[in-house]
């Protein structure tokens, strides 16, 4: 999800929602949680999802759905939790996780987004 092209959207979608949040002084209601700790105690769900894995959590329903439509081969669902729970990362996703692609095979129009881009968007870093 963090390195596909059929996803190559999704960064612009973060960071356009991330933009609107600070200029409307709204606080951030979603992040990125790579391998979520929550997964483990859903056995039936961690086994119909590509490991390692990242999850998109945030409180706010009508936004879940949209990112939702947005991206492909994604999992819908809900936890619940204290917040330090839902967000919680069995294991980071390193910058140089994915290889880098061959430029030239690369066709878009814009260049691919720089490695680690997904770390903006970790609990905590809304300042980022």
């Not at 390195?3 to 979608?13: G, K, L, S």
């Not at 700790?37 to 894995?53: E, G, S, T, W």
């Not at 294991?91 to 880098?100: Q, T």
Request: with cysteine.
């Amino acid at each position: 999800m963090l390195h596909d092209e059929n996803n190559e959207h999704f960064p612009e979608v973060l960071r356009e929602r991330r933009r609107f949040y600070r200029e409307t002084s709204k606080e951030q209601d979603f992040w990125i949680v790579p391998n979520p700790a929550f997964l483990d105690a859903m056995p039936d769900v961690k086994k119909k999802v590509r490991q390692p894995c990242v999850a998109v959590v945030t409180t706010d329903k009508v936004w879940n759905d949209f990112v939702k439509l947005r991206l492909d081969r994604v999992y819908k669902g809900a936890v619940e939790g204290t917040g330090v729970e839902c967000l919680k990362s069995n294991e980071l996703i390193a910058k140089d996780a994915f290889k880098a692609p061959d430029p030239s095979k690369w066709t878009a129009p814009y260049l691919k987004y720089a490695p680690g881009w997904w770390e903006a968007f970790y609990p905590g870093n809304e300042d980022a």
